[in-house]
């Protein structure tokens, strides 16, 4: 048995009117929200789905967690599948979303792990110790007996978070976790994230906070319009993008030697070059290359008689990747890798 998610060919569609609502007739055509994924999420890592807003993330998670049923292709959960195999598959996973209501809110808290424990048949004999553990794991010892309706948002969040860890799950689904929570909540769901993967469970993780992806994920599917555009790890992903490191050099003092070797290793290495003074009226050079040039740049300036006064780099991110990647998907041409 493959001990993975898998998806082969996924899609999801949604019918669309074109005519005003009062007015009768039948759909004139089906948009996809979700176009042909093939995706692989193994056990024991973490894995990324990233892509702008309307990408199809939310779409795909919810295909994976039998909240949707799929238009066509096929999914599976350990070699079971996800439509005729969907009591089992629940089995094995669970879902956490931010900004979504996913408890109860005329519940206690713990009335809350109590509920969901036995719909996921966790051992009576257990489930008290594991709701305990798992009110200490977010924080909410002290509010265990509160009904939900008296949380403030980032409680339900951490609440729903204790819910979606109830069952011990061999694949947790992750749509924006984090959203809403203070920092040192959302630092201590990572660290379980993190060992929940090490232990064997399979993670499928949604952000928008690009370090906590970097932070977890070994590798990362980047999507766009529904369509699969890129797969790699982080530093996979920047490189592929091509995005350019800038360089910025300022200088204790202008030397005319300075101007002409700067000059002459941009035209050699074809970097962009910019020109001009920082804030302190200090002569200051800015080179934008897809390679690193800091080193090469400093050693130019040196070599030539200059003084280095500041030097800063700023690499490409993450964030540049998605966002470059995700407008190729956007031209004519583009097609899915």
Avoid at 174 to 201: K, M, Q, S, Y
Avoid at 297 to 326: C, F, K, M, S, W
């Amino acid at each position: 048995m493959m001990r993975a998610i898998a998806t082969d060919d996924l899609r999801k569609t949604y019918p669309v009117v074109e005519r005003p609502w009062w007015k009768p007739g039948k759909p004139l055509r089906a948009a996809p929200a979700v176009d042909g994924l093939s995706l692989r999420i193994p056990a024991g890592q973490v894995t990324g789905l990233l892509g702008l807003n309307g990408a199809g993330k939310t779409t795909t998670i919810r295909m994976l967690a039998t909240l949707l049923r799929p238009t066509s292709g096929r999914a599976t959960v350990d070699d079971l599948d996800l439509v005729k195999d969907a009591r089992e598959v629940r089995r094995r996973i669970n879902m956490i979303a931010g900004g979504e209501r996913m408890v109860y809110t005329r519940l206690t808290g713990r009335e809350n792990l109590w509920y969901f424990g036995q719909l996921y048949d966790v051992p009576k004999a257990q489930l008290k110790a594991r709701i305990a553990e798992l009110l200490a794991l977010v924080g909410l010892e002290h509010a265990a007996d509160q009904r939900v309706e008296r949380y403030s948002k980032g409680m339900r969040q951490r609440l729903s978070i204790a819910r979606g860890l109830i069952n011990r799950p061999a694949y947790l689904l992750l749509d924006e976790p984090t959203l809403g929570l203070d920092a040192p909540i959302a630092r201590d769901l990572r660290a379980v994230v993190a060992d929940l993967a090490r232990d064997g469970v399979g993670v499928l993780l949604t952000s928008h906070y690009l370090a906590e992806v970097e932070q977890l994920c070994a590798d990362i599917y980047v999507i766009a319009a529904g369509r699969l555009v890129a797969q790699g790890t982080p530093a996979e992903l920047t490189t592929m993008a091509e995005r350019q490191h800038t360089v910025e050099v300022s200088l204790a003092a202008a030397v005319d030697d300075v101007d002409h070797a700067v000059e002459t290793l941009a035209m050699r290495t074809g970097a962009q070059i910019t020109t001009g003074v920082d804030d302190d009226l200090r002569p200051r050079y800015t080179l934008r290359h897809s390679a690193d040039l800091a080193g090469e740049l400093a050693t130019t300036i040196v070599t030539a008689g200059g003084a280095i006064a500041r030097l800063e780099v700023t690499p490409p991110t993450l964030e540049d990747a998605i966002i470059a990647l995700a407008d190729a998907a956007r031209q004519p041409s583009a097609v899915a890798s």
